[in-house]
């Protein structure tokens, strides 16, 4: 990730031109991200189809899909791949999301995993997300984190055969199969 020499701030994301680029603003640094893969991104629309259905039927709140600003604090704003915000934060939605989403999921990308699994997964825990999935395109799983304060808690990997129960989302079941339903 280049670095330049004076930390920015949301400020600074906020004048940024709308240029379609995927910037996002980690601990006062820009990190621009290319266009994700298909197979990407039939995995976040799945699962934000599967959610969002379930989600919006039981009335837990609302399911996003990136590209949604999401406030982490004056030198963090990340778009997470798919977040879930429960009906009790929804007033933390105003143009963008103010503060940590109920669920952060970030599908790996092949052009950086160390982004998700590294720079993301620290922010997330420091900010305050208490659930956190990684989706791994091609193992064709979905990582299960739990917030613990100091550190994530795993609560398994899940494969294709696997139904997920988030903990955020009482009622709500994922086949990680049906995430994974594209072809390829």
């Known amino acids: 990730m280049p670095r ?11 004048a940024l031109d709308d240029d379609d680029c995927r910037t996002e603003l980690i601990d006062g ?15 976040v629309m ?15 709140g609302w399911v996003f899909v990136s590209p949604l600003d ?8 990340v778009h997470p791949d798919v977040l879930f915000v429960a009906t009790a934060n929804l007033s933390r939605l105003v143009k963008q999301l103010e503060g940590p989403p109920d669920l952060a999921v970030e599908f790996l990308s092949p052009s950086n995993p160390e982004n998700d699994l590294d720079r993301k997964m620290k922010l997330y825990l420091q900010h305050g997300v208490p659930h956190y999935w990684i989706g791994n395109v091609e193992a064709k799983t979905i990582r299960v984190l739990e917030n613990g304060g100091d550190r ?11 139904i997920i129960r988030p903990v955020p989302m009482p009622g709500v079941e994922v086949s990680v199969a049906e995430v994974y339903s594209f072809p390829g």
């Open 152 to 162: 994530w808690i795993e609560r398994g990997v899940f494969g294709m055969g696997a």
């Open 70 to 77: 999401t406030v982490l604090s004056r030198k963090s704003v």
């Open 46 to 60: 799945m699962l934000a189809t599967i959610l969002n259905r379930q989600v919006r039927a039981l009335g837990l």
């Open 4 to 14: 330049s020499s004076a930390e920015k701030t949301i400020d600074d994301y906020f």
């Open 29 to 43: 640094n820009f990190v621009v991200s290319p266009s994700p893969e298909v197979r990407h991104q039939a995995a």
